[in-house]
Protein backbone atom coordinates (compact mmCIF):
# COMPACT_ATOMS: atom_id res chain seq x y z
CA UNK A 1 0.00 0.00 0.00
CA UNK A 2 1.43 3.23 -1.04
CA UNK A 3 2.34 5.84 1.62
CA UNK A 4 0.14 8.30 0.14
CA UNK A 5 -3.58 8.22 -0.23
CA UNK A 6 -5.29 10.77 -2.78
CA UNK A 7 -9.07 11.01 -0.56
CA UNK A 8 -12.16 13.06 -2.50
CA UNK A 9 -15.10 14.80 -1.39
CA UNK A 10 -18.60 15.88 -3.41
CA UNK A 11 -20.11 18.32 -1.82
CA UNK A 12 -23.82 19.19 -3.85
CA UNK A 13 -27.19 20.23 -3.91
CA UNK A 14 -29.72 17.33 -4.64
CA UNK A 15 -32.98 17.19 -6.25
CA UNK A 16 -35.82 14.87 -5.87
CA UNK A 17 -35.32 12.95 -8.56
CA UNK A 18 -32.52 10.36 -8.14
CA UNK A 19 -31.04 10.25 -11.54
CA UNK A 20 -30.51 13.97 -11.29
CA UNK A 21 -28.69 13.55 -8.11
CA UNK A 22 -26.60 10.74 -8.71
CA UNK A 23 -25.57 12.16 -12.05
CA UNK A 24 -24.20 15.42 -10.32
CA UNK A 25 -22.29 12.99 -7.98
CA UNK A 26 -21.26 11.05 -10.99
CA UNK A 27 -19.85 14.38 -12.02
CA UNK A 28 -17.73 15.07 -9.28
CA UNK A 29 -16.65 11.65 -8.90
CA UNK A 30 -15.12 11.73 -11.83
CA UNK A 31 -13.70 14.53 -11.94
CA UNK A 32 -12.48 13.83 -8.55
CA UNK A 33 -11.21 10.37 -10.30
CA UNK A 34 -9.08 12.29 -12.80
CA UNK A 35 -7.38 14.61 -10.45
CA UNK A 36 -6.13 11.07 -8.52
CA UNK A 37 -8.76 10.20 -6.07
CA UNK A 38 -8.73 6.82 -4.74
CA UNK A 39 -11.27 7.29 -2.29
CA UNK A 40 -14.70 9.10 -2.89
CA UNK A 41 -16.87 10.32 0.23
CA UNK A 42 -20.37 11.32 -1.08
CA UNK A 43 -22.84 12.93 1.35
CA UNK A 44 -25.72 11.53 3.36
CA UNK A 45 -28.50 10.64 1.39
CA UNK A 46 -27.00 12.26 -1.71
CA UNK A 47 -29.40 10.36 -3.89
CA UNK A 48 -32.25 12.37 -3.39
CA UNK A 49 -33.80 15.84 -1.03
CA UNK A 50 -33.31 15.16 2.70
CA UNK A 51 -37.05 13.81 3.29
CA UNK A 52 -37.06 13.51 6.70
CA UNK A 53 -38.53 17.16 7.45
CA UNK A 54 -41.88 15.43 7.42
CA UNK A 55 -42.93 12.24 8.23
CA UNK A 56 -44.98 10.40 5.07
CA UNK A 57 -45.73 7.04 5.04
CA UNK A 58 -45.36 7.43 1.55
CA UNK A 59 -41.25 8.32 1.42
CA UNK A 60 -41.09 4.87 2.13
CA UNK A 61 -41.02 4.20 -1.74
CA UNK A 62 -37.40 6.01 -2.06
CA UNK A 63 -35.77 3.01 -0.23
CA UNK A 64 -34.10 0.21 -1.44
CA UNK A 65 -32.28 -2.71 -1.04
CA UNK A 66 -28.52 -3.00 -0.19
CA UNK A 67 -27.92 -4.09 -4.22
CA UNK A 68 -30.49 -1.70 -5.22
CA UNK A 69 -29.98 0.92 -8.12
CA UNK A 70 -27.92 3.72 -6.25
CA UNK A 71 -25.69 0.89 -4.86
CA UNK A 72 -25.43 -0.77 -8.40
CA UNK A 73 -24.70 3.08 -9.82
CA UNK A 74 -21.80 3.84 -7.91
CA UNK A 75 -20.52 0.36 -8.10
CA UNK A 76 -20.04 0.70 -11.74
CA UNK A 77 -18.66 3.53 -11.33
CA UNK A 78 -15.98 2.28 -8.70
CA UNK A 79 -15.06 -0.28 -11.24
CA UNK A 80 -14.83 1.86 -14.25
CA UNK A 81 -12.65 4.17 -12.34
CA UNK A 82 -10.88 1.63 -10.11
CA UNK A 83 -11.48 3.21 -6.96
CA UNK A 84 -13.01 3.34 -3.62
CA UNK A 85 -16.22 5.33 -3.61
CA UNK A 86 -18.29 5.34 0.05
CA UNK A 87 -22.04 6.31 -0.55
CA UNK A 88 -25.23 6.42 1.39
CA UNK A 89 -28.43 5.15 0.81
CA UNK A 90 -31.83 4.87 1.97
CA UNK A 91 -32.47 1.15 3.20
CA UNK A 92 -35.12 -0.99 2.57
CA UNK A 93 -34.27 -4.13 5.13
CA UNK A 94 -37.59 -5.39 5.08
CA UNK A 95 -41.20 -4.01 4.83
CA UNK A 96 -41.35 -1.89 7.72
CA UNK A 97 -38.09 -1.79 8.69
CA UNK A 98 -35.43 0.82 7.03
CA UNK A 99 -31.92 2.22 7.68
CA UNK A 100 -29.65 5.01 7.12
CA UNK A 101 -26.88 2.93 5.24
CA UNK A 102 -23.53 3.82 4.20
CA UNK A 103 -22.12 1.31 1.35
CA UNK A 104 -18.70 1.03 -0.13
CA UNK A 105 -17.62 0.03 -3.09
CA UNK A 106 -14.47 -0.66 -3.72
CA UNK A 107 -12.74 -0.71 -7.31
CA UNK A 108 -13.61 -4.17 -9.15
CA UNK A 109 -14.76 -5.72 -5.85
CA UNK A 110 -18.15 -4.11 -5.44
CA UNK A 111 -19.92 -3.44 -2.05
CA UNK A 112 -17.54 -4.22 -0.06
CA UNK A 113 -19.41 -3.20 3.55
CA UNK A 114 -22.08 -1.28 4.85
CA UNK A 115 -22.79 0.69 8.32
CA UNK A 116 -26.30 1.41 9.26
CA UNK A 117 -26.40 4.84 10.89
CA UNK A 118 -26.24 4.23 14.74
CA UNK A 119 -27.23 6.86 16.36
CA UNK A 120 -30.45 8.66 15.26
CA UNK A 121 -32.14 11.99 15.78
CA UNK A 122 -35.34 13.26 16.53
CA UNK A 123 -35.76 17.05 16.19
CA UNK A 124 -38.16 19.55 14.11
CA UNK A 125 -37.20 19.49 10.57
CA UNK A 126 -34.93 15.99 10.98
CA UNK A 127 -37.51 13.53 11.91
CA UNK A 128 -35.07 10.86 11.88
CA UNK A 129 -36.58 8.16 14.08
CA UNK A 130 -39.69 7.88 12.18
CA UNK A 131 -37.70 6.68 9.11
CA UNK A 132 -34.82 4.39 10.12
CA UNK A 133 -34.13 2.07 12.57
CA UNK A 134 -31.02 1.90 14.50
CA UNK A 135 -28.22 -0.21 13.36
CA UNK A 136 -27.64 -3.15 15.52
CA UNK A 137 -25.53 -3.63 18.09
CA UNK A 138 -23.05 -6.73 18.34
CA UNK A 139 -20.31 -7.98 16.37
CA UNK A 140 -20.04 -9.19 12.45
CA UNK A 141 -20.73 -7.55 8.90
CA UNK A 142 -22.86 -4.74 8.64
CA UNK A 143 -23.15 -3.94 12.82
CA UNK A 144 -22.00 -1.51 15.46
CA UNK A 145 -18.89 0.48 14.55
CA UNK A 146 -16.89 -2.16 12.62
CA UNK A 147 -14.36 -0.52 10.33
CA UNK A 148 -14.58 -1.72 6.81
CA UNK A 149 -11.78 -3.60 4.98
CA UNK A 150 -10.80 -2.00 1.69
CA UNK A 151 -8.08 -1.52 -0.83
CA UNK A 152 -7.45 1.77 0.79
CA UNK A 153 -7.47 0.49 4.25
CA UNK A 154 -9.92 0.21 6.96
CA UNK A 155 -12.61 3.05 6.91
CA UNK A 156 -14.25 4.32 9.80
CA UNK A 157 -17.41 4.84 8.24
CA UNK A 158 -20.16 6.64 10.35
CA UNK A 159 -23.37 8.79 9.58
CA UNK A 160 -24.10 12.65 10.13
CA UNK A 161 -25.48 12.30 14.01
CA UNK A 162 -22.60 9.83 15.08
CA UNK A 163 -20.49 12.72 14.51
CA UNK A 164 -21.46 14.29 17.67
CA UNK A 165 -20.23 11.09 19.79
CA UNK A 166 -17.06 10.60 20.60
CA UNK A 167 -17.51 7.15 21.30
CA UNK A 168 -18.27 6.55 18.03
CA UNK A 169 -14.77 7.72 16.91
CA UNK A 170 -13.04 6.00 19.54
CA UNK A 171 -14.77 2.56 19.07
CA UNK A 172 -13.94 2.77 15.05
CA UNK A 173 -10.18 3.73 15.95
CA UNK A 174 -9.82 0.73 18.37
CA UNK A 175 -10.93 -1.51 15.81
CA UNK A 176 -8.23 -0.32 14.27
CA UNK A 177 -9.52 2.38 11.53
CA UNK A 178 -7.23 4.15 9.20
CA UNK A 179 -9.62 7.13 8.25
CA UNK A 180 -12.85 8.22 9.95
CA UNK A 181 -15.71 9.53 7.26
CA UNK A 182 -18.87 11.40 7.71
CA UNK A 183 -21.38 11.22 5.19
CA UNK A 184 -23.71 14.37 6.47
CA UNK A 185 -26.85 16.10 5.88
CA UNK A 186 -27.16 19.10 8.00
CA UNK A 187 -28.02 22.54 7.74
CA UNK A 188 -29.45 25.90 9.58
CA UNK A 189 -33.07 26.43 10.29
CA UNK A 190 -33.39 29.87 8.52
CA UNK A 191 -34.94 31.42 11.64
CA UNK A 192 -32.37 31.16 13.81
CA UNK A 193 -30.23 34.17 13.89
CA UNK A 194 -26.72 34.56 12.19
CA UNK A 195 -24.89 34.10 15.87
CA UNK A 196 -26.48 30.92 16.76
CA UNK A 197 -26.10 29.70 13.26
CA UNK A 198 -22.60 30.59 13.68
CA UNK A 199 -22.09 28.45 16.99
CA UNK A 200 -23.94 25.83 15.19
CA UNK A 201 -21.75 25.27 12.10
CA UNK A 202 -18.51 26.11 14.46
CA UNK A 203 -19.09 23.52 17.17
CA UNK A 204 -19.95 20.82 14.58
CA UNK A 205 -16.89 21.89 12.31
CA UNK A 206 -14.73 21.15 15.92
CA UNK A 207 -16.67 18.18 17.13
CA UNK A 208 -15.44 16.57 13.92
CA UNK A 209 -12.06 17.73 14.26
CA UNK A 210 -12.03 16.89 17.56
CA UNK A 211 -12.26 12.62 16.79
CA UNK A 212 -9.18 13.18 14.60
CA UNK A 213 -6.98 14.66 17.25
CA UNK A 214 -7.98 11.90 20.30
CA UNK A 215 -7.55 8.98 17.77
CA UNK A 216 -4.70 10.62 15.56
CA UNK A 217 -6.96 9.91 12.69
CA UNK A 218 -7.64 11.95 9.30
CA UNK A 219 -11.15 12.78 8.95
CA UNK A 220 -13.25 13.47 6.15
CA UNK A 221 -16.94 15.03 5.69
CA UNK A 222 -19.54 15.61 3.24
CA UNK A 223 -22.19 17.72 3.45
CA UNK A 224 -25.01 19.01 1.18
CA UNK A 225 -25.59 22.34 0.15
CA UNK A 226 -28.50 24.54 -1.45
CA UNK A 227 -31.95 25.34 0.38
CA UNK A 228 -34.98 22.64 0.31
CA UNK A 229 -38.54 23.43 1.09
CA UNK A 230 -40.58 21.99 3.98
CA UNK A 231 -42.69 19.60 1.94
CA UNK A 232 -45.65 20.44 4.70
CA UNK A 233 -44.69 24.18 4.65
CA UNK A 234 -44.91 24.65 7.85
CA UNK A 235 -40.85 25.43 8.22
CA UNK A 236 -38.92 27.66 5.95
CA UNK A 237 -36.93 24.36 4.77
CA UNK A 238 -33.33 24.18 5.82
CA UNK A 239 -30.79 25.90 4.47
CA UNK A 240 -27.73 23.11 4.16
CA UNK A 241 -24.69 24.39 5.39
CA UNK A 242 -21.90 22.63 3.41
CA UNK A 243 -18.57 22.99 5.22
CA UNK A 244 -17.24 20.15 4.38
CA UNK A 245 -13.34 19.24 4.99
CA UNK A 246 -10.47 16.89 5.16
CA UNK A 247 -8.84 17.27 8.04
CA UNK A 248 -5.06 15.44 9.30
CA UNK A 249 -4.49 13.37 12.73
CA UNK A 250 -4.35 16.62 14.48
CA UNK A 251 -7.29 17.69 13.52
CA UNK A 252 -5.65 20.37 10.98
CA UNK A 253 -7.81 21.60 7.92
CA UNK A 254 -6.40 20.55 5.16
CA UNK A 255 -9.53 21.35 2.83
CA UNK A 256 -12.51 22.53 3.14
CA UNK A 257 -15.81 23.93 1.30
CA UNK A 258 -18.27 26.49 1.77
CA UNK A 259 -21.77 26.82 0.46
CA UNK A 260 -21.55 25.76 -2.62
CA UNK A 261 -20.64 22.82 -4.77
CA UNK A 262 -17.03 21.55 -4.29
CA UNK A 263 -15.26 18.26 -5.12
CA UNK A 264 -12.15 18.63 -2.17
CA UNK A 265 -9.37 16.48 -2.90
CA UNK A 266 -5.89 15.98 -0.50
CA UNK A 267 -2.88 13.73 -0.49
CA UNK A 268 -2.67 12.29 2.71
CA UNK A 269 0.29 10.93 3.95
CA UNK A 270 -0.41 7.83 5.78
CA UNK A 271 2.41 7.89 8.15
CA UNK A 272 1.28 10.77 9.82
CA UNK A 273 -1.38 9.17 12.08
CA UNK A 274 1.82 6.49 13.56
CA UNK A 275 3.91 9.79 14.02
CA UNK A 276 1.05 11.86 15.58
CA UNK A 277 0.52 9.11 18.01
CA UNK A 278 3.93 8.00 19.23
CA UNK A 279 4.09 12.25 19.78
CA UNK A 280 0.48 12.32 21.34
CA UNK A 281 0.06 8.59 22.47
CA UNK A 282 -3.57 8.83 24.00
CA UNK A 283 -4.13 5.20 23.39
CA UNK A 284 -1.11 4.03 25.86
CA UNK A 285 -3.07 5.90 28.44
CA UNK A 286 -7.09 5.10 28.30
CA UNK A 287 -7.86 4.08 32.02
CA UNK A 288 -10.35 1.52 30.53
CA UNK A 289 -10.35 0.07 34.37
CA UNK A 290 -12.32 3.15 34.73
CA UNK A 291 -14.46 3.75 32.02
CA UNK A 292 -17.32 1.10 33.00
CA UNK A 293 -19.41 3.73 33.43
CA UNK A 294 -19.62 4.91 29.68
CA UNK A 295 -22.33 1.88 29.07
CA UNK A 296 -24.73 3.82 31.79
CA UNK A 297 -27.66 6.30 30.60
CA UNK A 298 -26.56 8.75 33.37
CA UNK A 299 -25.21 8.24 36.68
CA UNK A 300 -28.01 9.28 39.10
CA UNK A 301 -27.23 10.79 42.42
CA UNK A 302 -23.36 9.91 42.61
CA UNK B 1 -28.61 28.90 43.02
CA UNK B 2 -28.31 32.03 41.16
CA UNK B 3 -29.02 31.88 37.23
CA UNK B 4 -25.70 33.18 36.50
CA UNK B 5 -22.33 32.24 37.57
CA UNK B 6 -19.30 34.27 37.27
CA UNK B 7 -16.42 32.01 36.38
CA UNK B 8 -12.44 33.19 36.73
CA UNK B 9 -9.34 31.79 35.59
CA UNK B 10 -5.82 32.60 36.39
CA UNK B 11 -2.78 32.31 34.06
CA UNK B 12 0.41 33.11 35.01
CA UNK B 13 4.20 32.51 34.99
CA UNK B 14 5.75 30.19 38.60
CA UNK B 15 8.51 30.17 40.07
CA UNK B 16 10.84 28.13 42.09
CA UNK B 17 9.83 29.63 44.77
CA UNK B 18 6.21 28.94 45.99
CA UNK B 19 5.54 31.98 48.10
CA UNK B 20 6.36 33.90 44.86
CA UNK B 21 4.10 31.44 42.83
CA UNK B 22 1.15 31.87 45.32
CA UNK B 23 1.37 35.51 45.74
CA UNK B 24 1.12 35.94 42.30
CA UNK B 25 -1.70 33.74 42.50
CA UNK B 26 -3.41 35.24 45.40
CA UNK B 27 -3.21 38.55 43.17
CA UNK B 28 -4.58 36.71 40.47
CA UNK B 29 -8.01 35.76 42.43
CA UNK B 30 -8.34 38.82 44.61
CA UNK B 31 -8.35 40.89 41.15
CA UNK B 32 -11.12 38.60 39.63
CA UNK B 33 -12.93 38.36 43.21
CA UNK B 34 -13.36 42.26 42.77
CA UNK B 35 -14.88 42.15 39.29
CA UNK B 36 -17.51 40.04 41.19
CA UNK B 37 -15.89 36.21 40.42
CA UNK B 38 -17.94 33.46 42.31
CA UNK B 39 -15.31 30.71 40.99
CA UNK B 40 -11.31 30.76 39.97
CA UNK B 41 -9.41 28.54 38.60
CA UNK B 42 -5.78 28.03 38.77
CA UNK B 43 -3.45 26.81 36.71
CA UNK B 44 -1.79 23.01 36.89
CA UNK B 45 1.04 22.91 39.77
CA UNK B 46 0.48 26.59 39.95
CA UNK B 47 3.15 26.88 43.17
CA UNK B 48 5.98 25.81 41.41
CA UNK B 49 7.58 25.66 38.12
CA UNK B 50 7.01 22.51 36.36
CA UNK B 51 9.40 20.32 37.83
CA UNK B 52 8.83 17.30 35.28
CA UNK B 53 11.31 17.89 32.86
CA UNK B 54 13.50 15.97 34.63
CA UNK B 55 13.09 12.66 37.16
CA UNK B 56 15.15 13.98 40.11
CA UNK B 57 13.96 12.35 43.31
CA UNK B 58 15.01 15.58 45.59
CA UNK B 59 11.64 17.39 43.76
CA UNK B 60 9.72 14.34 45.98
CA UNK B 61 10.19 17.17 48.88
CA UNK B 62 8.00 19.94 46.99
CA UNK B 63 5.05 17.68 47.45
CA UNK B 64 2.67 18.17 50.57
CA UNK B 65 -0.36 16.87 52.08
CA UNK B 66 -4.06 17.28 51.03
CA UNK B 67 -3.76 19.80 54.15
CA UNK B 68 -0.54 21.17 53.19
CA UNK B 69 0.27 24.93 53.36
CA UNK B 70 -0.74 25.37 49.87
CA UNK B 71 -4.33 24.40 50.42
CA UNK B 72 -4.24 26.31 53.64
CA UNK B 73 -3.43 29.44 51.79
CA UNK B 74 -6.14 28.69 49.04
CA UNK B 75 -8.78 27.57 51.82
CA UNK B 76 -7.87 30.87 53.91
CA UNK B 77 -8.38 32.88 50.82
CA UNK B 78 -11.55 30.98 49.22
CA UNK B 79 -12.99 31.62 53.16
CA UNK B 80 -12.17 35.80 53.05
CA UNK B 81 -13.50 36.29 49.75
CA UNK B 82 -16.11 34.03 49.89
CA UNK B 83 -15.67 32.26 46.98
CA UNK B 84 -14.65 28.75 45.09
CA UNK B 85 -11.05 27.80 44.50
CA UNK B 86 -10.09 25.09 42.42
CA UNK B 87 -5.85 24.67 43.08
CA UNK B 88 -3.56 22.30 41.97
CA UNK B 89 -1.00 20.41 44.12
CA UNK B 90 1.91 18.12 44.24
CA UNK B 91 0.48 15.91 46.87
CA UNK B 92 1.85 13.61 48.91
CA UNK B 93 -0.44 10.81 50.36
CA UNK B 94 2.24 8.63 51.75
CA UNK B 95 6.10 8.36 51.40
CA UNK B 96 6.74 6.86 47.98
CA UNK B 97 3.16 7.78 46.57
CA UNK B 98 2.34 10.80 44.92
CA UNK B 99 -0.20 12.54 43.26
CA UNK B 100 -1.30 15.25 41.02
CA UNK B 101 -4.42 16.12 42.63
CA UNK B 102 -6.52 19.33 42.57
CA UNK B 103 -8.18 20.59 45.29
CA UNK B 104 -11.69 22.12 46.04
CA UNK B 105 -11.89 25.07 48.16
CA UNK B 106 -15.46 26.27 49.43
CA UNK B 107 -16.00 29.49 50.81
CA UNK B 108 -16.25 28.85 54.68
CA UNK B 109 -16.22 25.38 53.97
CA UNK B 110 -12.56 24.74 52.98
CA UNK B 111 -11.75 21.76 51.29
CA UNK B 112 -14.80 20.38 49.99
CA UNK B 113 -13.13 17.65 47.29
CA UNK B 114 -10.14 16.41 45.26
CA UNK B 115 -9.37 15.17 42.31
CA UNK B 116 -6.33 12.70 41.61
CA UNK B 117 -5.33 12.95 38.02
CA UNK B 118 -6.73 9.77 36.05
CA UNK B 119 -4.56 10.36 33.16
CA UNK B 120 -0.92 10.20 33.07
CA UNK B 121 1.34 11.23 30.65
CA UNK B 122 4.96 10.62 29.95
CA UNK B 123 7.15 12.06 27.16
CA UNK B 124 10.50 14.01 26.63
CA UNK B 125 10.25 17.04 29.03
CA UNK B 126 6.64 15.59 30.63
CA UNK B 127 8.48 12.97 32.75
CA UNK B 128 4.70 12.55 34.97
CA UNK B 129 4.30 8.87 35.26
CA UNK B 130 7.81 9.43 37.26
CA UNK B 131 6.38 11.69 39.54
CA UNK B 132 2.54 10.76 40.08
CA UNK B 133 0.36 7.93 40.42
CA UNK B 134 -2.72 8.02 38.75
CA UNK B 135 -6.02 8.41 40.16
CA UNK B 136 -7.79 5.54 41.89
CA UNK B 137 -10.92 4.17 39.91
CA UNK B 138 -14.04 3.01 41.41
CA UNK B 139 -16.31 5.44 43.40
CA UNK B 140 -16.31 7.44 46.61
CA UNK B 141 -14.20 10.54 47.80
CA UNK B 142 -11.36 11.58 45.35
CA UNK B 143 -11.21 8.15 43.47
CA UNK B 144 -12.50 8.40 39.57
CA UNK B 145 -14.47 10.82 37.71
CA UNK B 146 -16.67 11.92 40.07
CA UNK B 147 -17.70 15.79 39.95
CA UNK B 148 -17.26 17.56 42.91
CA UNK B 149 -20.14 19.49 44.91
CA UNK B 150 -19.85 23.19 45.91
CA UNK B 151 -21.97 26.08 46.59
CA UNK B 152 -21.76 26.75 43.10
CA UNK B 153 -22.69 23.49 41.74
CA UNK B 154 -21.20 20.14 40.46
CA UNK B 155 -17.61 20.29 39.50
CA UNK B 156 -16.33 18.34 37.16
CA UNK B 157 -12.59 18.81 37.46
CA UNK B 158 -10.20 17.39 35.49
CA UNK B 159 -6.20 17.75 34.97
CA UNK B 160 -3.97 18.44 31.96
CA UNK B 161 -3.45 15.33 29.86
CA UNK B 162 -7.32 14.08 31.11
CA UNK B 163 -8.22 16.76 28.42
CA UNK B 164 -7.48 14.70 25.36
CA UNK B 165 -9.46 11.99 26.47
CA UNK B 166 -13.87 12.56 25.81
CA UNK B 167 -14.15 9.69 27.87
CA UNK B 168 -13.33 11.80 31.41
CA UNK B 169 -15.52 14.68 30.23
CA UNK B 170 -18.73 12.44 29.64
CA UNK B 171 -18.40 10.38 32.61
CA UNK B 172 -18.05 14.04 34.50
CA UNK B 173 -21.30 14.83 32.22
CA UNK B 174 -22.83 11.62 33.22
CA UNK B 175 -22.59 12.11 36.74
CA UNK B 176 -23.97 15.09 36.62
CA UNK B 177 -20.77 17.70 36.66
CA UNK B 178 -22.72 21.57 35.80
CA UNK B 179 -18.83 22.66 34.13
CA UNK B 180 -15.89 21.18 32.99
CA UNK B 181 -12.65 22.37 34.62
CA UNK B 182 -9.10 22.02 33.28
CA UNK B 183 -6.17 22.75 35.28
CA UNK B 184 -3.17 22.64 32.80
CA UNK B 185 0.24 22.96 32.45
CA UNK B 186 1.35 22.54 28.48
CA UNK B 187 3.72 24.46 26.11
CA UNK B 188 5.93 24.34 23.07
CA UNK B 189 9.42 22.54 22.50
CA UNK B 190 11.14 25.31 21.37
CA UNK B 191 12.70 23.42 18.34
CA UNK B 192 9.07 22.38 16.74
CA UNK B 193 8.93 24.66 13.62
CA UNK B 194 6.35 27.51 13.36
CA UNK B 195 3.43 25.16 11.95
CA UNK B 196 4.06 21.99 14.49
CA UNK B 197 3.53 24.38 17.39
CA UNK B 198 0.38 25.75 15.70
CA UNK B 199 -0.86 22.61 15.44
CA UNK B 200 -0.77 21.33 18.52
CA UNK B 201 -1.94 24.84 19.95
CA UNK B 202 -5.31 24.57 17.76
CA UNK B 203 -6.10 20.82 18.21
CA UNK B 204 -5.20 20.94 22.25
CA UNK B 205 -8.05 24.11 22.21
CA UNK B 206 -10.35 22.60 19.93
CA UNK B 207 -10.33 19.16 21.94
CA UNK B 208 -11.19 20.53 25.10
CA UNK B 209 -14.10 22.97 22.94
CA UNK B 210 -15.44 19.15 21.81
CA UNK B 211 -16.11 18.26 25.26
CA UNK B 212 -18.11 21.47 25.94
CA UNK B 213 -20.04 20.68 22.86
CA UNK B 214 -20.47 16.81 22.93
CA UNK B 215 -21.56 17.27 26.64
CA UNK B 216 -23.49 20.57 26.80
CA UNK B 217 -21.39 22.08 29.55
CA UNK B 218 -19.29 25.09 29.58
CA UNK B 219 -15.34 24.62 29.70
CA UNK B 220 -12.65 26.42 31.80
CA UNK B 221 -8.93 25.95 30.99
CA UNK B 222 -6.00 27.31 32.66
CA UNK B 223 -2.83 26.95 31.60
CA UNK B 224 0.51 28.92 32.76
CA UNK B 225 2.79 31.06 30.73
CA UNK B 226 6.35 32.01 30.16
CA UNK B 227 9.60 29.69 29.47
CA UNK B 228 10.96 27.25 32.41
CA UNK B 229 14.53 25.94 31.74
CA UNK B 230 15.18 22.42 31.44
CA UNK B 231 17.54 21.75 34.74
CA UNK B 232 19.08 19.15 32.62
CA UNK B 233 19.93 21.58 30.60
CA UNK B 234 19.47 19.01 27.69
CA UNK B 235 16.91 20.79 26.04
CA UNK B 236 15.49 23.57 25.47
CA UNK B 237 13.09 23.86 28.13
CA UNK B 238 9.62 24.24 27.95
CA UNK B 239 7.73 27.69 26.49
CA UNK B 240 4.17 27.35 28.00
CA UNK B 241 1.81 28.76 25.80
CA UNK B 242 -0.85 29.97 28.26
CA UNK B 243 -3.85 30.25 25.81
CA UNK B 244 -6.30 29.70 28.99
CA UNK B 245 -10.35 30.25 27.90
CA UNK B 246 -13.86 30.01 28.88
CA UNK B 247 -15.87 28.55 26.77
CA UNK B 248 -19.83 27.77 26.68
CA UNK B 249 -21.95 24.68 26.35
CA UNK B 250 -22.05 24.74 22.59
CA UNK B 251 -18.17 25.12 22.57
CA UNK B 252 -18.28 28.90 21.81
CA UNK B 253 -15.28 30.72 23.00
CA UNK B 254 -16.46 33.36 25.39
CA UNK B 255 -12.65 34.52 26.60
CA UNK B 256 -9.22 33.61 25.86
CA UNK B 257 -5.88 34.37 27.26
CA UNK B 258 -2.78 35.16 24.74
CA UNK B 259 1.11 34.25 25.95
CA UNK B 260 1.00 36.64 29.12
CA UNK B 261 -0.33 36.89 32.34
CA UNK B 262 -4.46 37.02 32.11
CA UNK B 263 -6.95 37.27 34.86
CA UNK B 264 -10.02 36.36 32.84
CA UNK B 265 -13.83 36.66 33.82
CA UNK B 266 -17.16 34.96 32.40
CA UNK B 267 -20.55 35.63 33.43
CA UNK B 268 -22.06 32.08 32.43
CA UNK B 269 -25.42 31.56 32.22
CA UNK B 270 -26.25 28.50 33.57
CA UNK B 271 -30.00 27.87 31.68
CA UNK B 272 -27.73 27.81 28.67
CA UNK B 273 -26.84 24.11 29.38
CA UNK B 274 -29.92 23.02 29.75
CA UNK B 275 -31.25 24.70 26.59
CA UNK B 276 -28.43 23.81 24.61
CA UNK B 277 -29.12 20.27 25.19
CA UNK B 278 -33.08 20.55 24.32
CA UNK B 279 -31.70 21.16 20.51
CA UNK B 280 -28.90 19.10 20.59
CA UNK B 281 -29.93 16.04 22.58
CA UNK B 282 -27.00 14.04 22.72
CA UNK B 283 -27.80 12.41 25.84
CA UNK B 284 -31.06 11.06 25.06
CA UNK B 285 -29.06 9.00 21.91
CA UNK B 286 -26.16 7.27 23.16
CA UNK B 287 -25.94 3.67 21.75
CA UNK B 288 -25.33 2.14 25.69
CA UNK B 289 -25.94 -0.99 23.99
CA UNK B 290 -23.36 -0.99 21.60
CA UNK B 291 -20.40 0.39 23.65
CA UNK B 292 -18.86 -1.79 26.23
CA UNK B 293 -15.72 -1.97 23.71
CA UNK B 294 -15.06 0.88 25.23
CA UNK B 295 -13.11 -0.58 28.62
CA UNK B 296 -11.09 -2.55 25.94
CA UNK B 297 -7.38 -1.47 25.02
CA UNK B 298 -7.56 -2.51 21.62
CA UNK B 299 -9.64 -4.60 19.38
CA UNK B 300 -7.51 -6.70 17.39
CA UNK B 301 -8.21 -8.73 14.64
CA UNK B 302 -11.49 -7.76 14.42
Given at each position: MSMTLNVGLVQQPAWPDKDKSLTESERGIRALAERGAELVLLQE????????QTEDTAVFDLAEPLDGPTTTRLATLARELNLVIVGSIFERRAPGLYHNTAVVLDRDKGLVGTYRKMHIPDDPGFYEKFYFTPGDA???????FAPIETSVGKLGVLVCWDQWYPEAARLMALAGADVLLYPTAIGWD????DAEKSRQKEAWTLIQRSHAVANGLPVIVANRVGHEADPSGTSEGIRFWGGSFIAGPQGELLAHGDTETAHLLVSIDRSRSESVRRIWPYLRDRRIDAYSDLTERYLDRR
Open positions: LHATQYFCGQGAGRGPSDD
